[in-house]
């Protein structure tokens, strides 16, 4: 007599669910349109997470580099007199020096001019006065000079100029530099433009090329003889610590101006700039989002599909004492497999990408013989990449909780067949 068959295991996750889920994943000769499905699936995802995580960190990269070398190069506050003119700079500057938390405080003298080289035609730019003392203790200048040196700033009367300044007015250090302001010297004719030259003592790269085009550096001394300053300063431009605790620094730095001034920080200058970054990145977040979940729409089609084609083994695996939580189970893992998989790929995708996104610019632009990355356009050289656990984390958890709730509905459909219709009619 023959034996009856064991039951089944009808515990929750028991062995023969995740034998049947493996199974069902894989390429057979009849109903093998899932393989197909879950491919497609697979590669959506993957895609999907991928795009995320390295839009996402190119633009945290974006938002540091710009940030980075804005109050880099241009100080974290910024006071300027109301009643009379800056004239007790020095005594200001060296008041601001001592507090807590100031790392730097110097006098600028400011003001826009053209700049004429060897080369035809010219540039506007931005000079900016300063003392050599301070000059050397700006890090995003010191430290990025390319050609030439800030020794004796102050006593060769040069300048220092970007390199893309440079080149365009087809520069070298040594060469002079032809400045050109309209508000010269009074005559009886009127205001003359006052022209003159100078030397190029140095030649810097900060990487930016707004910066690099636009920003020139002269003697403090030089500057208020070449914008008719009388022995006053624009500004005073403040150096902190920590910039994101401005607001720690700021009343201890009015306290310490000993005069009526207004302090401004970098966060009221550039506030427009970095929100319309901020939600430029928040909408991109939530357009790539689509991705993924059209992407998991396709294993819903192809959940749907299985259980249509598994009718037949389901009505006996429930004759069989399979539990409907088990049958439900099956396919649930089934589509859960499929969303892990592509995650996970995904993950590896984005953070490979992101490592090596340089390298991959390079290589592309080299194949397609075009310049994908134009400085002149995105202001910045290089294109940037950070990564933030916190933020991929976000997407892997997002991806898996789609990845979830598209299976819960085929799933159910499936733990709802009836083995006796589906035996009768399959």
């Known amino acids: 007599m023959a034996q009856a068959a064991a039951p089944l295991d009808t515990r929750a996750f028991a062995p023969f669910e995740l034998v049947f889920a493996g199974r069902y994943l894989r390429a057979r000769r009849q109903g093998g349109s899932l393989s197909v499905v879950a491919l497609f699936s697979f590669i959506g995802i993957m895609l999907g997470v991928a795009t995320l995580i390295v839009v996402l960190s190119v633009m945290n990269g974006f938002r540091k580099e710009l940030l980075s070398k804005i109050i880099g190069v241009n100080g974290h506050a910024f006071v300027t007199p109301i009643d009379r003119p800056l004239t007790d700079y020095s005594e200001v500057a060296a008041r601001l020096s001592k507090t807590p938390g100031v790392t730097l405080a110097l006098p600028v003298v400011e003001g826009q001019a053209f700049a004429s080289g060897v080369s035809q035609g010219g540039s506007g730019v931005y000079a900016r006065g300063v003392r050599e003392q301070d000059i050397v203790r700006i890090p995003y200048i010191a430290n990025n000079v390319r050609s030439g040196s800030l020794a004796n700033f102050d006593a060769e009367k040069g300048v220092a100029i970007g390199r893309r300044l440079a080149d365009q007015l087809g520069l070298y250090v040594g060469d002079s530099l032809t400045l050109i302001s309209p508000r010269g010297t ?211 958890v997002v991806t898996m909780v789609l990845s979830l709730l598209a299976t819960l509905y085929p799933s159910w459909k499936a733990a709802k067949t009836d083995p006796v219709e589906a035996l009768r009619y399959g």
């Open 186 to 396: 009074s005559t009886p004719f009127g205001v003359a433009p006052r022209v003159k030259s100078y030397p190029v003592v140095a030649i810097f790269e900060i990487g930016m090329s707004e910066y690099d085009t636009l920003l020139l550096f002269m003697p403090f001394e030089e500057a208020q003889t070449f914008f008719n300053r009388d022995d006053d300063a624009s500004s005073i431009e403040i150096y902190v610590d920590d910039p994101d605790r401005m607001d720690r620094y700021r009343p201890v730095i009015e306290e310490a101006i000993g005069r009526p001034g207004v302090v401004a920080d970098w966060r009221q200058r550039n506030r427009s700039y970095f929100s319309a970054l901020e939600v430029e990145r928040n909408v991109m977040f939530l357009i790539l989002t689509l991705i993924v979940l059209v992407a998991t729409l396709n294993v819903i089609s192809g959940l749907i599909i299985l259980v249509r084609d598994k009718a037949q083994d389901i009505a006996v695996l429930r004759t069989m004492g399979a539990t409907r939580g088990a049958i439900l189970r099956i396919f649930l893992m089934t589509g859960c497999a499929i969303g892990a998989a592509g995650t996970f790929a995904g993950f590896l995708l984005g953070v490979v990408f992101c490592w090596r996104i340089q390298a991959i610019q390079r290589f592309l632009s080299w194949v397609t013989g075009t310049q994908l990355w134009d400085p002149t356009v995105r202001f910045l050289t290089e294109i940037p990449a950070e990564m933030n656990p916190r933020e991929i984390a976000a997407v892997v």
